[in-house]
């Protein structure tokens, strides 16, 4: 199994300009979220999903948007980026149960300038 | 909100020797999730241990442990043996039970001097 994947793993975009991040997991996982990571800081929730299309807004969602049309994948949008978006994105999954633990694809580096 | 506090920003440790990193939380959640999660300078999060609140003994695996005091809301990783390849970020992270959210502490950069 690859676990989970991420594309690119890194981009540089103008400021107002748009984006999608990839992320896709071959675990059959139905919980899938994303993350951010700014320097010096612990990981951020942005959204989450509890399964196909359905998703839900996590800690700081502004400034983004999620689609959750298979299993596999969970595309992060950035629309309009704006340099407080510059940071390090992580998409993860876990599988179903209460203690199932999160794994984490191997990020993304986004400068937005 | 819940929150994690993790009070070393840096910790050094000689190779072969046991080290501690510390992390306090505030919930008032009484089930609840803990882990310990290693991120190297490649990036990967790499979960290390994981404890449930509802279990009184403390989580191992191998030469990491914790010690998780649920009255005192501290969750410390101990590891022993220390080794070149244990450098690296290390974040405590909470999750309530009823909740999809992961929350971080800001991380402990642990430095393994050979």
């Known amino acids: 199994n690859a676990g989970v994947t991420q594309t690119p793993k890194f981009r540089i975009l103008k400021i107002g300009q748009s984006m999608t991040l990839q992320c896709t997991q071959d675990?059959?996982?139905?919980?899938m979220y994303w993350y951010r990571q700014d320097p010096g800081m612990g990981l951020k929730l942005i959204y989450y999903?509890?399964?196909?299309?359905?998703?839900d807004k996590g800690e700081v969602p502004n400034g983004y948007n999620v689609s959750r049309s298979t299993t596999e994948d969970f595309p992060l949008r950035l629309e309009l980026a704006a340099p407080s978006q510059t940071s390090v994105y992580f998409c993860a999954s876990r599988g179903q149960g209460r203690t199932y633990e999160q794994y984490f694809g191997p990020g993304t580096r986004l400068t937005v300038t | 909100a819940q929150t994690v506090t993790q009070s070393q920003p840096e910790m050094s440790v000689q190779e072969a020797e046991t080290v501690t990193l510390s992390c306090t939380y505030d919930?008032?959640?009484?089930?609840?999730?803990l882990f310990w999660y290693k991120q190297p300078p490649s990036r990967q999060m790499i979960l290390v241990i994981r404890?449930?609140?509802?279990?009184?003994q403390n989580a191992t695996e191998n030469r990491f442990s914790v010690n998780f005091q649920k009255a005192a809301k501290s969750f410390s990783l101990k590891i022993s043996d220390s080794q070149l390849g244990d450098a690296a970020m290390y974040f405590c992270?909470?999750?309530?039970?009823?909740?999809?959210?992961?929350?971080f502490g800001k991380g402990t950069k642990l430095t393994v001097n050979p």
């Open positions: 675990m059959n996982h139905n919980y």
């Open positions: 992270a909470y999750r309530s039970t009823g909740s999809e959210k992961l929350v």
């Open positions: 999903s509890v399964g196909a299309g359905i998703t």
């Open positions: 404890q449930e609140a509802y279990k009184q």
């Open positions: 919930t008032s959640e009484s089930d609840y999730y």
